[in-house]
């Protein structure tokens, strides 16, 4: 089996700091208040629309080339945001490759602008399992910060879940910025052998 063309692990921390998930309960309820589900549907109906007037004025391969670069670094700050905020990790978001987080886009294929808009549609159905995957791991974040604040420690479950939450969303937003060709997908390829 291939691998997916966006590329999302993390290695979680032995230990995690309990005044970590207070720090991160306070920014949570921060996003709350400021009304964050009104942002994410401006942003799923937006960006398609501003990815169709770039390839409109400079063209899908330039926009592969020039753009490109600039939103995986966006999106691998937004990425280990999310890692932060669900207790993957104690380390502060960052736009340069390394830490804990390994995320990284091949950008692929040939966009043109009605293909962009197109994945307003073609999205739908993984932004439901996007929610659904959102929904269960609002429930296990819960659990996770219970246990966290007891012994320090995230179940490997609930980080094995909250991991493929993410990478799912990340794969998603890639696909809706038409990065990449390739829908996205729970599956994770299994690591390459090691080299004798």
């Not at 291939?2 to 995690?16: C, K, Y």
């Not at 949570?28 to 990815?51: E, H, N, Q, R, T």
């Not at 390839?55 to 691998?76: N, T």
């Not at 012994?151 to 910025?177: C, G, K, V, W």
Request: proline share 7%.
């Amino acid at each position: 089996m291939s691998s997916h063309p966006v590329r999302f692990r993390i290695e979680p921390p032995a230990r995690l700091e309990r005044i970590h998930v207070v720090i991160r309960l306070a920014l949570l309820l921060a996003l709350g208040m400021l009304g964050c589900s009104a942002v994410y549907w401006l942003l799923y109906l937006a960006l398609p629309a501003l990815v169709a007037l770039f390839i409109l004025q400079k063209g899908g391969e330039r926009y592969l080339s020039d753009g490109a670069p600039r939103i995986v670094r966006g999106l691998r700050w937004l990425a280990g945001g999310y890692a932060y905020l669900w207790l993957l990790t104690d380390a502060l978001p960052t736009t340069e490759i390394g830490g804990p987080l390994d995320f990284d886009v091949e950008v692929s294929g040939a966009p043109t602008a009605a293909s962009a808009l197109l994945r307003l549609v073609f999205s739908l159905p993984a932004l439901l399992m996007a929610c659904v995957l959102s929904l269960a791991a609002t429930f296990l974040w819960l659990v996770g910060a219970i246990v966290v604040l007891i012994n320090q420690r995230m179940p490997e479950a609930i980080t094995d879940f909250l991991t493929l939450a993410l990478r799912y969303q990340s794969r998603l937003i890639a696909y809706h910025l038409s990065l990449v060709e390739r829908y996205p997908s729970l599956k994770e390829a299994p690591p390459a052998p090691a080299a004798a």
